[in-house]
């Protein structure tokens, strides 16, 4: 699902369910030993999504092991993210030589909490919410702006290794299954410049929204 938002540049592996073969090297199972049932499936199928993404792009299976915030570390010369949520796991990776950022979310469709969105919106982006549930009350678009930002942080985090907080991103989303996610803190500098925000695109199917960004080089 998650690949037809993508470019052919970046591999998308996902799961629907928690493979019984996923395993975890023993590095991993020590940052996971702790950790509650739900707590260990996700990271498990996660990171064999992962491998199977490393395996697609012609590199041996590593340990991915969270970082700095809890980004994961991957093999140098690769670039990634992962999302998982109830129902679903998925790993995107791509080369360095390609892409310079990649940063996927997804999110049931439902509804955000009371109370949420006040929290994760700025004024401005509540507004722009009202007129696109006015035109399509079918979309759940809170979810699919916080699930926008989450793409975004993640495509951040590993230019930066800064946080970036709700109000720090504005997200415009358009109909058609895209987003512009424009940065109000000084963006990080990259080779072809200072980005002053990304470009996105989502969909919803399955009962998920899921929302990803993708930095190719040069761009």
């Not at 700095?68 to 990776?93: F, I, K």
């Amino acid at each position: 699902m998650i690949e037809r938002i993508l470019p052919a540049a970046v591999i998308a592996v996902e799961a629907y369910d928690d493979p019984p073969d996923a395993v975890l090297f023993p590095e991993e199972e020590q940052v996971i030993a702790k950790s509650v049932e739900k707590r260990r499936r996700e990271f498990t199928t996660a990171r064999h999504c992962a491998r199977l993404a490393l395996a697609r792009l012609g590199l041996p299976p590593a340990p991915i092991l969270p970082g700095e915030r809890g980004a994961p570390g991957w093999p140098d010369g690769v670039v990634g993210s992962m999302t998982h949520c109830a129902g679903y796991r998925a790993a995107v990776l791509a080369r360095d030589t390609d892409i310079v950022t990649v940063g996927i979310d997804a999110e049931p469709h439902q509804p955000l909490p009371d109370g949420v969105e006040k929290v994760v919106t700025r004024p401005e982006e509540r507004v722009h919410l009202a007129e696109l549930a006015a035109a399509d009350p079918a979309v759940h678009w809170d979810k699919l702006l916080f699930a926008a930002k989450e793409s975004v942080y993640k495509a951040w985090f590993p230019l930066t290794h800064k946080w970036l907080g709700f109000d720090d991103a504005r997200i415009t989303i358009g109909p058609a299954g895209t987003f512009e996610a424009e940065l109000m803190v000084p963006g990080p500098v990259i080779e072809s410049g200072t980005l002053a925000g990304f470009s996105g695109r989502w969909l919803v199917d399955r009962g998920l929204v899921v929302t990803a960004i993708s930095l190719p080089v040069g761009n």
